[in-house]
């Protein structure tokens, strides 16, 4: 896609599902892509060794390049670090990808103020903090950069047993809009995606069930989950020069999840 190549992408939480598919995907397109793990280095060198191939397939020197970086989003002082150690290597940082993220499930008058906090602080917060470390380098360097949010349907849809979550992403629409307007001048552009129910990990519960999975499903118009390449398709066009006019939107990826599927049936 336009405007991809020789471009350096930082993605966060990109050891297994729609963060790795994000970071095989974007090598892809010629971009340096570096590799944030909070505590899977095995899933991580996946996620490069597929990246490198797929980017590179027999060449051994093809101009993209990746590196690995252990850190954990809900602590300032390793997002700080990160940022840095993306620009020590490639001299720039061009996109972010705000994509770490977890879920607990509890009744909400359950939930403990730590349980509560340990959800905002790497979904929101964590989000938030990455932004500002990348912004505040594209706006040192004085050089365009765009940033894209993994949010969900549930920042929409309100999900009951997953108040943090619900809160968490709710409050990302909030902050795309936000950071997408007090910078627009700037040539930094925010975007995020809201994936539907996708096969990754976070989901295992379903997935691995057939009976769970088909009530799952029975749920989303097209009739199937999303996969995270779909996902990944979507933010390499939110990242590239072909949106380039595009900031302070969310894109769901859903399969029409969002569309009140109770409605597929005319109502009498
Ligand atoms: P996943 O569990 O495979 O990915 C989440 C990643 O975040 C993991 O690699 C995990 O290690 C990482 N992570 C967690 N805490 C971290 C921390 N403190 N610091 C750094 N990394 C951390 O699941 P996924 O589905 O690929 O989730 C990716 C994003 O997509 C999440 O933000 C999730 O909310 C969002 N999302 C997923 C779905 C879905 O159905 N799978 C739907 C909507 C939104």
Redesign the pocket.
């Known amino acids: 896609m336009k405007g991809l190549k020789g471009k350096t992408a930082l993605i ?9 598919s994000i970071a095989v995907r974007l090598a892809q397109e010629g971009c340096n892509v570096v590799i ?5 280095p095995k ?1 991580a060198q996946t996620t490069e060794e597929v990246a490198m191939q797929q980017a590179c397939g027999q060449v051994e020197d093809c101009g993209v390049q990746s590196l690995l970086v252990q ?5 300032e002082e ?1 997002i700080v670090r990160m940022v840095n150690a993306t620009i020590e290597k490639f001299g720039s940082l061009d996109i972010l990808i705000n ?5 607990t499930e509890k009744p909400s008058h359950e939930v403990t103020a730590d349980e509560f906090d340990r959800v905002i ?3 929101l917060r ?1 989000a938030y903090l990455c932004a500002r470390e990348a912004i505040k380098h594209f706006l040192s360097q004085n050089r365009p950069g765009t940033i894209i949010n ?5 920042e929409i849809i309100p999900r009951p047993m997953y108040v943090s ?1 619900s809160i968490s ?1 709710g409050g990302m629409e909030n902050m795309t809009k936000t950071l997408a307007l007090e910078y627009a001048d700037r040539h930094i552009r925010v975007n995020a995606i ?10 295992n519960e379903w997935t691995d069930d057939p009976e769970k999975r088909a009530v799952v499903e029975s749920h989303i118009p097209m009739g199937r ?2 996969t ?1 390449e779909e ?1 990944a398709a979507a933010v390499a066009f939110l990242a590239s020069d072909e949106a380039a006019y595009i900031t302070g939107q969310t894109l769901f990826i859903d399969g029409g999840l969002t569309l009140y599927a109770d409605f597929r049936e005319a109502w009498s």
């Open positions: 966060t939480g990109a050891s297994s599902g729609i963060g790795q944030n793990y909070r505590s899977d899933g850190g954990d989003v809900s602590k390793d994509n770490a993220g977890i879920q602080n790497v979904n964590g993994i949010s969900s349907v549930h979550y992403k809201a994936p539907g129910a996708t096969v990754t990990p976070i989901n989950a999303g995270s996902m």
